[in-house]
T-cell receptor
Framework: NAGVTQTPKFQVLKTGQSMTLQCAQDMNHNSMYWYRQDPGMGLRLIYYSASEGTTDKGEVPNGYNVSRLNKREFSLRLESAAPSQTSVYFC???????????FGQGTRLTVV | GQQVMQIPQYQHVQEGEDFTTYCNSSTTLSNIQWYKQRPGGHPVFLIQLVKSGEVKKQKRLTFQFGEAKKNSSLHITATQTTDVGTYFCAVVSGSARQLTFGSGTQLTVLP
């Protein structure tokens, strides 16, 4: 059981470049989330998805887009990366039961 | 989504001392979850509380949900170096199950 898998683990981008962070879960969870974590800022919610084909904005959605094409996968896209988007990005999923979220290992993104 | 405030932001304790972190909301919460994140790692779910006044224990960790369901606490008895990390509270809200985290308390345990 892999749980939540994020790729890539590390990435360096130049300002203005685009990239997609991939996330997949094999636990048949309905809800999936993308967070960014900056030092001293905790986990800030970027986007979330309650089910396939639906997405909602979180606290800090500007500069990002997401796609939930199927139940397993939830991708995060940076169309034109900025240095302010340097952060650690976490994907998570949660079942419909009253259990906690499972997190991926994180993607450490640096924009130069 | 519902917002939660967490204090303190940092806590340094000597090994063997107790530790408590608090999570507060201005609105009534339907649930509260607690997570631990080790340095360089990802958050790991510890527990969920849903009932008013609920108290749950996991070995040296005690979790409480306030009577008014507006606050919660995590207490660690006799800390060990393995307790080092950041502890987050979080709340699931709305039909779309938005999961919002508090700012976390970073615990350092001095040997």
């Amino acid at each position: 059981n892999a749980g939540v898998t994020q790729t890539p683990k590390f990435q360096v981008l130049k300002t203005g470049q685009s990239m997609t962070l991939q996330c997949a879960q094999d636990m048949n969870h309905n809800s999936m989330y993308w967070y960014r974590q900056d030092p001293g800022m905790g986990l800030r919610l970027i986007y979330y998805s309650a089910s396939e084909g639906t997405t909602d904005k979180g606290e800090v959605p500007n500069g990002y887009n997401v796609s939930r094409l199927n139940k397993r996968e939830f991708s995060l896209r940076l169309e034109s990366a900025a240095p302010s988007q340097t952060s650690v990005y976490f994907c998570a999923s949660i079942s419909g039961q009253p259990f906690g979220a499972f997190f991926g290992q994180g993607t450490r993104l640096t924009v130069v | 989504g519902q917002q939660v405030m967490q204090i303190p932001q940092y806590q340094h304790v000597q090994e063997g001392e107790d530790f408590t972190t608090y999570c507060n909301s201005s609105t009534t919460l339907s649930n509260i979850q607690w997570y631990k994140q080790r340095p360089g790692g990802h958050p790991v779910f510890l527990i969920q509380l849903v009932k008013s006044g609920e108290v749950k224990k996991q070995k040296r960790l005690t979790f409480q949900f306030g009577e008014a369901k507006k606050n919660s606490s995590l207490h660690i008895t006799a800390t060990q170096t393995t307790d080092v990390g950041t502890y987050f509270c979080a709340v699931v809200s709305g039909s779309a199950r938005q999961l919002t985290f508090g700012s976390g308390t970073q615990l350092t345990v001095l040997p």
